[in-house]
């Protein structure tokens, strides 16, 4: 049996939706409707995790009103979750979703800073023994360092849990570097590697040491590497709506698929998350997908 899908939030918020009729820039508008909740990437990996039928556990520092918001938030839902306090507030992020197209606009405050002995006792305080994988993604705070996925990694392997980071740049390359499974977009990649293929990009990663890699390649679909060869799923159709949560769906599917098997079958993987990803794109709100596309377009998603 699988274990828990473990997701780590180092800078959890209070998500705010906004539904305009039309945004200008510069205008005022009166919104349509409101909704608020907790939010994060690896917050919204969570759901759908558990949407797929997985048994999640979200990890996460919180502090101050929004906070216990988040932390409430986070029970109604029935997420399980184990939240290290912090003296700062929690943040809050506002997107702006337009009724016109249904792009979204978002505000992402920083986060409040992390001291050395709260992320101490985050890190102390892991369930090691429950966890079947450790998805990490979304920015670090102010005062955790810059390494932190990598030195989660470290440890998570010093416990047989094997961690899925979702990240950028040197992130990126450090996971990799460690052995994590490492989630990127093509940009990102690029941000990381160099003006590279992605399909050359990823195998890269895999060579620096990540088990294996997992790229978004925007409307040319999806890749991923690991030591056993290189694969990429193309997407079923253009697809219209908040994309927003389209990379914590993908990353959800790959943690779910790595809490079952370290090993998986990564072309059938690769089917999952591409489906998983465009119907997140139909949900107003990132962490939500629509099940019924999901399972849709799950047997069309052609992988080579």
Not at 41 to 56: F, P
Not at 73 to 92: K, M, S, V
Not at 239 to 248: H, I
Not at 283 to 299: E, K, Q, S
């Amino acid at each position: 049996m699988a274990g828990l899908v473990g997701t780590v939030t180092l800078n959890l918020a209070l998500d705010v939706t906004y539904d305009v009729p039309e945004l200008r820039i510069g205008g005022s508008h009166r919104v349509s409707a409101v909704r608020s909740r907790a939010g994060g990437k690896g917050v919204n990996v969570a759901r759908v995790a558990a949407t797929l039928g997985h048994q999640v556990l979200v990890l996460g520092f919180v502090g101050g009103v929004t906070g216990e918001a988040v932390a409430a938030e986070l029970f109604d839902a029935g997420l399980t979750a184990l939240l290290t306090p912090i003296a700062g507030e929690t943040r809050r992020t506002v997107a702006v979703v337009n009724g016109v197209d249904g792009d979204a606009t978002i505000f992402n405050e920083a986060g409040p800073s992390v001291s050395a002995d709260e992320w101490r006792a985050f890190a102390d305080r892991m369930p090691w023994g429950r966890l079947g994988v450790l998805a990490c993604s979304g920015s670090i705070p102010p005062g955790i360092p810059a390494d932190a996925y990598a030195e989660i990694a470290v440890r998570a392997r010093q416990h047989d849990v094997l961690t899925v980071i979702d990240a950028g740049g040197p992130a990126l390359t450090e996971a990799a570097k460690v052995g994590a499974v490492v989630r990127a977009n093509a940009a990102e990649l690029r941000e990381a590697i160099g003006n590279v293929e992605v399909e050359d990009g990823a195998r890269q990663l895999v060579a620096l040491g990540a088990t294996a890699a997992v790229i978004t390649d925007g409307a040319r679909g999806m890749v991923a590497a690991s030591n056993k060869g290189v694969w990429r799923a193309l997407p079923v159709e253009r697809v219209s709506g908040n994309p927003t949560g389209a990379g914590d769906a993908c990353t959800a599917v790959v943690a779910a698929a790595v809490a079952e098997s370290p090993e998986p079958d990564w072309s059938v993987v690769l089917k999952s998350a591409v489906a998983a990803s465009a119907a997140a794109v139909l949900t107003p709100v990132a962490g939500d997908i629509d099940l019924a596309a999901y399972r849709r377009w799950l047997p069309q998603v052609s992988v080579g």
